[in-house]
């Protein structure tokens, strides 16, 4: 075992004279001097009173609101508890649940809308006894500029054609404003100028009417058009 004498001739010894010294002449890596001159310039050009204006600024703006929210809040909340009575609320939650339920089940609704409304003649048929051959007289027969035939449900071109005239009876019927006058000019006087034609589908017709008198008409096989109500 070593004496305490032993470990201390042990230890190395260093003189700091023989520590590296730094040259202080050499000159550093930075230009450390002209950084900060850059960095005094920019600060030196910047507008302090309008930073510090904004600031103020946006400072009162926040205070005033807190302020205001702190003074209007409770004003607010008992005119909320005021107009939102029970019977009110009642009715809120009733529409809500309407709403819901509206939201869940769109097929019924659309279904509804997309319903047709009920027709007024049951028929092609109907229509044209009861509505097209009393009010729309004409001169008809082989000599007169107009034809017609009493048994008109015999020509698939006039069916077809006075099925049109029908059907968009029914649908313009329903606008009270410009319904009738749209039909007349778009839809009855188009194909009645067609049917009555000398060339039209009653073309080798033998039937007559005068004016006043109301168009040709025969019932046709029972049967043929059902009503559709």
């Not at 048994?151 to 029914?170: D, F, G, I, N, P």
């Not at 006087?189 to 039937?207: E, I, K, N, Y």
Request: net charge negative; charged share 25%; glycine share 6%.
């Amino acid at each position: 075992m070593s004496s305490l004498g032993e470990w201390d001739d042990a230890v190395p010894v260093y003189d700091l004279a023989d520590a590296p010294v730094a040259d202080v002449d050499e000159e550093p890596d930075e230009p450390i001097g002209r950084v900060s001159e850059e960095v005094v310039a920019t600060v030196r050009q910047l507008d302090v009173g309008a930073i510090a204006g904004g600031l103020v600024a946006a400072t009162v703006t926040a205070e005033i609101h807190r302020q205001v929210q702190r003074t209007v809040a409770p004003i607010v909340e008992v005119a909320v508890e005021e107009v939102l009575t029970p019977a009110r609320l009642d009715q809120l939650r009733e529409a809500a649940q309407a709403a819901a339920e509206a939201e869940l089940s769109p097929a019924e609704d659309e279904a509804s809308a997309e319903e047709s409304p009920a027709l007024y003649y049951g028929s092609v048929d109907e229509f044209v006894r009861e509505f097209l051959s009393p009010i729309f007289s004409r001169n008809i027969g082989e000599r007169a500029e107009a034809r017609w035939s009493a048994r008109w449900w015999e020509s698939a071109e006039a069916v077809v054609r006075l099925e049109a005239v029908w059907r968009a009876w029914e649908h313009l019927r329903l606008d009270p404003a410009t319904g009738t006058s749209v039909w007349l000019r778009d839809h009855l006087d188009h194909h009645l100028g067609v049917l009555m034609s000398p060339t039209g589908p009653f073309a080798r017709s033998q039937d007559s009417a005068k004016p006043g008198e109301p168009l040709p008409y025969e019932p046709p096989p029972e049967g043929l058009f059902p009503d559709l109500r």
